[in-house]
């Protein structure tokens, strides 16, 4: 028993085992509790709502491959070797701002030429707006990620996913009055929040600039050795 002991008392002191335990935990959660979710929202709102809310949530794959640009990939290398690291960090997220409300407000005007009810959607210039901020909210919470593996500080993203799937099965019930964009927001604030949360108590810094980093960043030929 003993020298079982040693073997995980050695496991859990490596980072790399530790990192990987942290995103298994995190991917099996994830797992679970959307199934849980999809069966919640199920329950209390109509079909209608579900299937208007699976194209809002459903553009939020879509923006996120498009707007993050390799960044998270590149973070994890150039962290390693660059000196100012909260520069390059501030880079990214400014990089990262920019593609992201510019591919959410093409996404969303193709979304109103074959979606009728988000042609309605379009008028409310509030909802644009929190469409854009949750946009922005799920590519933070995503690429936030890669950052926590460089600073080997993995265990703030099984801590953000614990939080964004508690909060995921709360706000449903919140949000109900609201429809289809209630289920869209049931999964965009919680991501916001346990963003934030993380973000603050990991001690993250970065700093704003267009210095070198952003070269650095954006040679993605290097960045994935081609």
């Not at 959660?29 to 949530?57: C, D, K, M, N």
């Not at 988000?118 to 707006?129: D, T, Y």
Request: charged share 15%.
């Amino acid at each position: 028993m003993t020298g079982y002991m040693k073997k995980i008392q050695k496991a859990a002191e490596n980072t790399l085992v530790m990192n990987s335990f942290y995103q298994i935990a995190s991917s099996i959660l994830h797992t679970g509790v959307g199934f849980i979710f999809l069966i919640l929202v199920a329950r209390i709102y109509s079909p209608q709502s579900i299937g208007e809310s699976s194209t809002l949530i459903g553009s939020l794959g879509i923006i996120l491959t498009l707007s993050i640009l390799g960044l998270d990939d590149s973070l994890i290398k150039y962290f390693l070797k660059e000196d100012d690291r909260e520069k390059a960090l501030g880079t990214a997220f400014i990089i990262v701002t920019m593609t992201c409300l510019l591919f959410s407000l093409v996404i969303l005007s193709v979304m109103s030429l074959s979606v009728p009810e988000i042609l309605l959607f379009l008028r409310n210039p509030e909802s644009v707006i929190l469409y854009l901020l949750s946009t922005l909210a799920w590519v933070y919470f995503s690429i936030i990620e890669s950052v926590y593996l460089t600073l080997n500080k993995g265990k703030y993203i099984l801590a953000k996913n614990i939080i964004f799937n508690a909060l995921k099965l709360i706000f449903p019930f919140l949000l109900l009055p609201l429809g289809y964009f209630g289920i869209f927001l049931s999964w965009t604030i919680p991501a916001f929040l346990s963003f934030g949360f993380t973000f603050i108590i990991s001690r993250v810094q970065l700093r704003l600039s267009f210095d070198k980093s952003f070269h650095a960043l954006i040679e993605f030929d290097e960045a994935f050795g081609v």
